[in-house]
């Protein structure tokens, strides 16, 4: 059964310019997400996936379509009805540098959430422990601040932050972009033992379908705000049916130099010089 459903989905924001044309940044998008299951949302840099992300989120105008979740429509929702659905849907964002409070210690930022859901600050306090253990951070963190961690371990605060609610689906937002590549790994682990242990749902957005490849049950690659290829992580990364989604298979590096560089001059190869049909008429 589907946890999430968008439908139809279209996201435009207004031109720049006074004459200028809309832009539509999400259009007519279709996907869904099932309990338990992630799903990897991929494609370059402005091809609308972090923005489908942030409409489920309420956080970007839906112009159109339908976003269902646990068969609720949620894309009108009140305020009122947003702050009931943090419970159930959270999200971890791209830069743990900048999504954690500098000025909060971490006890505090995990207790936040639960206080705000209504838990008494002590009750809140007493899961700090148990979240902070969740995500492999030692106890002792609770009382220091996000400016004292690492990269991965702010991601790592990020993250028992999003699980201090038990949600049943999390949106991560490039969450291993910002990481190197040994700490990309650790964090990509967690998030696997995450969902084993709890049966967490995750629509993972990423610009690296390799990145992707490693926790997606199925694989939805964007271009131009349209949706080009959805199927399982097998048939998307091994027996792609789209150009673009070779095109982004391509672009993922590899340690063999040769290999590297054949895949270089085939990308090359299969780059066109076109407009995208999004901006036209924009200033």
Not at 144 to 152: I, L, N, P, Q, W
Not at 176 to 194: E, G
Not at 257 to 262: D, V
């Amino acid at each position: 059964m589907s946890l999430l459903e968008i439908e139809d989905l279209v996201v435009r924001y207004p031109g720049r310019g006074r004459r200028a044309a809309p832009f539509t940044a999400v259009d007519h998008v279709t996907l869904d997400v099932r309990k338990g299951e992630t799903v990897g949302l991929v494609g370059e840099s402005g091809s609308g996936k972090t923005t489908v992300g942030r409409a489920v989120l309420g956080l970007a105008p839906v112009s159109s379509g339908r976003i269902r979740y646990d068969g609720g429509e949620i894309h009108a929702c009140t305020r009122t009805g947003r702050r009931a659905l943090a419970a159930r849907i959270q999200v971890v964002f791209q830069d743990p540098y900048t999504s954690l409070n500098p000025a909060m210690s971490v006890a505090d930022i995990l207790s936040e959430p639960l206080v705000a859901a209504g838990a008494g600050k002590a009750r809140a306090r007493g899961r700090v422990g148990d979240l902070l253990d969740r995500v492999g951070l030692p106890s002792d963190a609770a009382d220091r601040y996000a400016r004292e961690f690492s990269g991965g371990q702010r991601q790592r605060v990020a993250i028992a932050r999003a699980l201090a609610l038990d949600p049943e689906l999390v949106i991560c937002d490039e969450p291993v972009s910002a990481l190197d590549l040994s700490t990309q790994d650790r964090i990509l682990r967690l998030l696997l033992d995450i969902q084993h242990r709890t049966g967490i749902a995750y629509l993972f957005v990423s610009h690296d379908i390799a990145v992707v490849r490693h926790l997606s049950h199925r694989v939805a690659v964007m271009r131009r705000g349209k949706v080009v290829e959805f199927g399982t992580c097998r048939q998307v990364t091994s027996e792609p049916a789209h150009g673009f989604t070779e095109e982004l298979l391509l672009a993922s590096p590899v340690a063999d130099p040769l290999r590297q560089r054949e895949r270089r001059e085939r990308r090359r190869a299969r780059r066109r010089t076109d407009v995208d049909p999004r901006r036209q008429g924009a200033s």
